[in-house]
C-alpha cells in the first residue's frame, strides 16, 4: 500500500512536470498579440506564461526563443524609460538596450552589433549580445525589435555563447523571417 | 540575611560578567588586539564577500577621488593606529558600508549628494566606528539562528536593475551593513562614537545632520524606496534626531572646518559620472541637480552640456526638445571634437526635415567615430534624405 502511494505519488510529479510543457511544431497564431509566425520541429512551448511566447527544444539553460509585444508608452520588464509611437528604429534600439542593461540577470553585459534590419517587412533593428548570468554562464543573445502599429514587438535568441548559440541561430532566423504581423487598426 | 546578600551579589557579578563578554573592547582601546575566533570566521567570510565586489565590476576606477577619500579616513583614525582601505563603488543608489577587518564601501550615489568635506567624515565616522566597536561580531553573537546568519538572502532590489543588484552579490556580512543595518542601539553608538571622530578632527558637527536631511529630500523627491540602508526614509530620521540630539547635548558651541572647496575641488569628476548613472536610471531629478552642481565650477565643460541636452532629450517634458538643442550646440562649441552632440543634433535636424544640416552633422559624427556601433542606422538616414 506504501509503494503505491510513492508511485503514485511520484507518477503525479511527472504529469505535473509535463503538463507545463506542450509540444510544438509548424504554424502558430497569437489572437492576443496579433501576430504569427512558423515555430521548429521538436520544441516545446512553456505553457505557464501567458504575456509572451518562450520555447526551447533541450531545456531553457540550453536554448530559448521569446517572442513578446509591449505596447508603446508601457514600460519594459527592467528600465524606467518607454517606446514612443513615434521613434526611429535606432531610439526604439536604445531604450531595448537600456531595458537590458537594467536586468538585474545580466552581468558583464557587451554589446557587439546593433544594426537596423527588417522585420515583416517594417524598420526595425537587430542587437547582438553576450553576459553572464549570476552563476557565472556566458550567454550570447540576438534580438530583433520593430515598432508596428503602436506595438513593440520583440523576437530574441539565447543561448550559452559556448556551442549552443551556434546550434540553433539558424532556426531562430527561420521564426524571424516567418513572423507577421496580423493587420490590426493603429492604437488612437 | 548575610547568605542572601551573598547570594544577590553573586547573580550581580555575574550579570556584570557576563555583559561584560558580550561587550567587545573597541579596536584600538588596548594596546594588543586580539582577534577572537568568532571574529576570525567572520572575518574571513568578510574577505571572500569583499573579493566578489572587487571583481563585480563595479568599482569606481579613480584613483585620485579613492585617495582622497582615504585621505579624509587618515583625519579621523591615523593609518598607523587601523589602516583602514575606503573603496568607492559606481552605483547611484544611496549606501555606504564597512567590512569588520577595516574594508570600507562607499557609492557613487552619496558621495554626489555631499556638499563639503564635513559631511564626509560625518558619513566615515559613522562607518568607521562599526569597524573599532566590532559591530559585526557583536551582531553575530546576537543572532538566534547562527546558521542562518551566513545564509545568503534575497533583497527585493528588482525595480533597480544592476544597481540594485549589488545587494545580492554582498552576502550575510555586506547585507547586513549595507542593506538591514544593525540594531538602533548599535547603530546609535556608531553615530555617537563616529559624531567624537568627526569633531576631534576639527569639522564643524552641525554638517552631519544636514547630510541626512539632503538624503531623506533625495528619496522623497524620487518618491522610491531605495533597497539600502541609507536610502530609507525610517533609518535616515534616526540619523537625523540622533545627530541633533548630540548637538544640543555635547557639541551646542561646538564649530570647526566645513572643506566645501577642497571637497568640490577633488570630487568635481564623480559629481558628472554619477549623473551619467542616474540619467540611465531615469532620475531625472538628481541628475540635472548634479549636472547643474559641475557647471557651477566649470560652466564650459562640454561633456556636462552634452549630458545635460540628453537628460532633456530622454525626460522629454515640455520645451526639452528645444533645449536639448541648445545644449547639444553648446557642448559642439565648447568641444566640437566630440563625436556624440554631432550624432544627436543629426537627429534633431533629421526630424526637423532639415536634411543639408542632418547630413553635414551624421557626417561629421561618422569621420569622427567610423567603427561606431550604430553607423549603419546613421547611413541609412543619409542615403534615405540624399535620395529624396
Redesign the interface.
Known amino acids: 500500500m506504501k509503494k503505491s502511494i510513492v508511485w503514485l505519488l511520484i507518477l503525479m510529479l511527472v504529469l505535473i512536470g509535463c503538463a507545463q510543457w506542450k509540444k510544438v511544431s509548424g504554424s502558430y497564431t497569437s489572437k492576443s498579440q496579433n501576430y504569427s509566425t512558423v515555430l521548429p520541429d521538436g520544441w516545446r512551448k512553456y505553457r505557464k506564461v501567458h504575456d509572451y511566447l518562450l520555447i526551447t527544444r533541450d531545456g531553457l539553460a540550453l536554448q530559448e526563443i521569446r517572442i513578446s509585444r509591449v505596447e508603446s508608452d508601457k514600460p519594459l520588464p527592467h528600465t524606467k524609460k518607454t517606446i514612443a509611437k513615434t521613434m526611429l528604429p535606432h531610439e526604439v534600439a536604445e531604450v531595448v538596450i537600456d531595458d537590458i542593461r537594467s536586468d538585474p540577470d545580466i552581468l558583464n553585459l557587451s554589446i557587439n552589433t546593433n544594426t537596423p534590419d527588417r522585420v515583416d517587412n517594417h524598420p526595425g533593428f537587430r542587437i547582438d549580445y553576450t553576459f553572464q548570468t549570476p552563476s557565472g554562464l556566458m550567454k550570447k543573445a540576438t534580438c530583433y525589435g520593430v515598432l508596428i502599429d503602436g506595438y513593440y514587438y520583440d523576437i530574441r535568441y539565447s543561448a550559452p555563447a559556448r556551442h549552443y548559440y551556434a546550434k540553433d541561430i539558424l532556426t531562430f532566423e527561420k521564426v524571424k523571417e516567418a513572423f507577421n504581423n496580423l493587420k490590426e487598426p493603429s492604437i488612437k | 540575611m548575610k547568605s542572601k546578600i551573598l547570594i544577590v551579589s553573586i547573580v550581580i557579578l555575574f550579570c556584570i560578567t557576563a555583559c561584560a563578554s558580550r561587550k567587545l573592547k573597541p579596536i584600538g582601546e588596548t594596546d594588543s588586539f586580539q582577534i577572537q575566533e568568532d571574529e576570525k570566521r567572520i572575518w574571513n567570510r568578510s574577505q571572500e564577500e569583499e573579493f566578489r565586489i572587487d571583481q ?2 563595479h568599482i569606481y576606477d579613480n584613483p585620485e577621488i579613492t585617495a582622497y577619500v582615504n585621505e579624509v579616513a587618515q583625519k579621523l583614525i591615523p593609518e598607523d593606529k587601523i589602516d583602514f582601505q575606503i573603496k568607492i563603488l559606481k552605483n547611484p543608489l544611496l549606501n555606504a558600508f564597512a567590512y569588520p577587518n577595516s574594508v570600507l564601501y562607499i557609492h557613487t550615489g552619496i558621495l554626489s549628494k555631499m556638499e563639503n568635506e564635513a559631511q564626509l567624515a560625518a558619513l566615515l565616522g559613522h562607518e568607521m566606528t562599526h569597524v573599532t566597536h566590532r559591530h559585526a561580531t557583536q551582531n553575530f553573537r546576537n543572532t538566534k539562528n547562527m546558521g542562518a546568519f551566513f545564509a545568503t538572502f534575497q533583497v527585493a ?2 525595480p ?3 544597481y ?2 549589488l545587494a ?1 552579490i554582498l552576502g550575510a556580512v555586506g547585507s547586513t551593513a549595507a542593506v538591514t543595518g544593525y540594531s538602533q542601539g548599535i547603530e546609535t553608538e556608531a553615530d555617537k562614537e563616529g559624531f567624537a571622530l568627526m569633531v576631534n578632527a576639527g569639522y564643524d558637527p552641525h554638517e552631519a545632520p544636514k547630510l541626512f536631511e539632503h538624503l531623506k529630500k533625495e528619496i522623497e523627491e524620487q518618491k522610491v524606496k531605495e533597497p539600502f540602508f541609507f536610502g530609507t526614509h525610517p533609518r535616515l530620521q534616526e540619523r537625523i534626531n540622533n545627530y541633533n540630539n548630540l548637538i544640543k547635548t555635547s557639541y551646542a558651541d561646538k564649530k570647526g572646518g566645513i572643506g566645501r572647496e577642497r571637497f568640490m575641488s577633488n570630487i568635481l569628476p564623480l559629481l558628472l559620472d554619477n549623473a551619467y548613472l542616474d540619467l ?3 532620475r531625472f531629478i538628481s541628475a540635472e541637480r548634479e549636472i547643474n552642481r559641475f557647471l557651477d565650477y566649470k560652466p564650459e565643460n562640454a561633456q556636462a552640456h552634452y549630458y545635460l541636452a540628453e537628460l532633456y532629450r ?1 525626460r ?1 517634458g515640455k520645451g526639452d526638445m528645444g533645449k536639448a538643442e541648445k545644449e547639444y550646440l553648446l557642448s559642439i562649441q565648447y568641444d566640437p571634437t566630440l563625436p556624440e552632440p554631432h550624432k544627436r543634433i543629426g ?1 534633431i535636424y533629421y ?1 526637423k526635415g532639415f536634411h543639408k544640416e542632418a547630413i553635414a552633422a551624421f557626417e561629421e559624427y561618422l569621420s569622427m567615430k567610423p567603427n561606431s ?2 553607423r ?2 546613421i547611413e ?1 538616414y543619409i542615403q534615405e534624405m540624399k535620395n529624396r
Open positions: 563585480s565590476g532590489t528588482l533597480f536593475g544592476i540594485g543588484s545580492n540611465s536610471m531615469g530622454q522629454a537627429y526630424k556601433l550604430d549603419k542606422y541609412q
